[in-house]
Each structure stands twice: as structure tokens, then as C-alpha cells.
């Protein structure tokens, strides 16, 4: 799976959109760009995945560049519950792999009134 | 849906002691993990099994054993606990669809090895 490369730390405004980068320079044509967070001593939570067009649900919006070397995640409308470690994670396809993610560092989002 | 159960929520062991941690999901998964977590690292797999009747190690085997019970039920057992033991565990399940895949993580078990 491809290496990701995240800022450490965020902090965002209540109310306000969160813009979240990640750096995946080294993707391959079939890999995925997915996204977990994990908030304080809860276990990690699926966001959002990505192949190659933007993508939106009820969570959050993906977008990815042309290129597919970098991704953003956007949560619209940040709440105080947005407060999280989020992972930007590369992986190929389900079919080719046992699953094991491997969660980076990630970027502590802290989320201010 | 309860999606994925973990017990003990919290669990505080002497050295040398055992304890087998329990997890089951309910939402038909073929695939299960066991990962832990120390403080302020990222995740890290212990056993993992793709499809009922199969284990196969992960990173950090070592002190520990799975038993793959049935296709919900995804046991982890320690024989002779470690302070090294000492870490918050994740079970997890993961759904596949079309090439795509979700997984799904239960609550976790703290555990302090004493």
C-alpha cells in the first residue's frame, strides 16, 4: 500500500468547514483513498473512500486531485464531536489483501467553540 | 445492529496471569481482526482470520492466540500476561463490496498488566 503523509495537528472553528490534506505521491492506478478517524479511546470509524472522483456522504466530501497524489477530506460543518485523530489510509483492492490497515500518524483535529 | 461487541471493557491482570478477550459481530462478516493500540501510536494487528476456521498472525503475535469460534465470534487469548501486554485492543470486522472495503471496529478492552 502506498505511503501517506499528513499534518500533524488542525484546529477549526465550530461551524466552520475542515479541510484535511493528505499526500499519497506514490498511488498506484488500484488503489483507494480511504479516510477513518478515531475520537479519544473510542475504536476508529470509517469516513469515506475515493478511486479517482469526488465523493460525498452524509460524513464528509473527498476530493481528489486529477492526478490522484493528494486528497482532501471535508467535514462542511465542523462540531465539537469532530474532534479526532483522521486517517488518510491507501490501499488496493479488497480482493488483493487480507485487510490489514495500516493507520499512519494521522492529523489531530481539534475543533474549537 | 449491534455491529461489533467487545468484553471486558476494562481488565487489570497480574504478570503471568490469563485472560481471553471476547468479540463478536453481527453483521455476517467473513473477515475479523484483533489489533492493539499502546499510547499515542497508531494501531498495530495482532491475528487476523479472512473466513471461519482460518488464523493467520498479524505484526505482533507474539503472547497471544486467537480462536476463530464461529463466523461471529473472534476470541483473543493471552496465556501468560506481560506489563508489555499492556494496551487498549480493537476487534474489528470488514465488510467487502465490489473491490471496496469497511472496517467496522468495536469499542475496545483497556487492559493493564500489572
Known amino acids: 500500500d502506498a505511503k501517506t503523509t499528513q499534518p500533524t495537528s488542525m484546529d477549526c472553528a465550530e461551524g466552520r468547514a475542515a479541510n484535511l490534506p493528505c499526500n499519497h505521491s506514490t498511488i498506484s492506478g488500484n488503489e483507494y483513498v480511504y479516510w477513518y478517524r478515531q475520537i479519544h479511546s473510542q475504536g476508529p470509524q470509517y469516513i469515506i473512500h475515493?478511486?479517482?472522483n469526488n465523493e460525498t456522504n452524509e460524513m464528509a466530501s473527498l476530493i481528489i486531485t486529477e492526478d490522484r497524489k493528494s486528497s482532501t477530506l471535508i467535514l462542511p460543518h465542523a462540531t465539537l464531536r469532530d474532534t479526532a485523530v483522521y486517517y488518510c489510509i491507501v490501499r488496493v483492492r479488497a480482493t488483493d489483501s487480507w485487510g490489514k490497515l495500516q493507520f499512519g500518524a494521522g492529523t489531530q483535529v481539534v475543533v474549537t467553540p | 445492529n449491534a455491529g461489533v461487541t467487545q468484553t471486558p471493557k476494562f481488565q487489570v491482570l497480574k504478570t503471568g496471569q490469563s485472560m481471553t478477550l471476547q468479540c463478536a459481530q453481527d453483521?455476517?462478516?467473513?473477515?475479523m481482526y484483533w489489533y492493539r493500540q499502546d499510547p499515542g501510536m497508531g494501531l498495530r494487528l495482532i491475528y487476523y482470520?479472512?473466513?471461519?476456521?482460518?488464523?493467520d498472525k498479524g505484526e505482533v503475535p507474539n503472547g497471544y492466540n486467537v480462536s476463530r469460534l464461529n463466523k461471529r465470534e473472534f476470541s483473543l487469548r493471552l496465556e501468560s500476561a506481560a506489563p508489555s501486554q499492556t494496551s487498549v485492543y480493537f476487534c474489528a470486522s470488514r465488510l467487502t463490496t465490489s473491490g471496496v472495503e469497511t472496517q467496522y471496529f468495536g469499542p475496545g478492552t483497556r487492559l493493564l498488566v500489572l
Open positions: 453483521m455476517n462478516h467473513n473477515s
Open positions: 482470520s479472512a473466513s471461519e476456521g482460518t488464523t
Open positions: 475515493g478511486l479517482k
